[in-house]
């Protein structure tokens, strides 16, 4: 499971992992707590996930300016 933190734009994050099907590798937002928003993944490396989430978010015009936080719990 993956963990993005962040207080601001945070239907963006759910649409854009959400919609993320690469290589078999999907996202799922599973619950959300404060500032944090957990998604499930297909692959079982959670430290790829991660990277793949980050690369995903900045790659778009507005993750790029974005504060926020990938981790994995």
Request: glycine residues 4%.
């Amino acid at each position: 499971m993956i963990v993005i933190s962040s207080p601001m734009k945070r239907d963006f994050f759910v649409e854009t992992l959400e919609n993320y099907n690469e290589n078999g590798v999907t996202f799922k937002k599973v619950d959300e707590k404060g500032i944090k928003l957990y998604f499930e993944t297909t692959t079982e490396d959670e430290e790829a996930a991660v990277r793949i989430a980050k690369d995903v978010m900045k790659a778009t015009d507005i993750g790029a300016v974005l504060y926020f936080q990938v981790t994995v719990e």
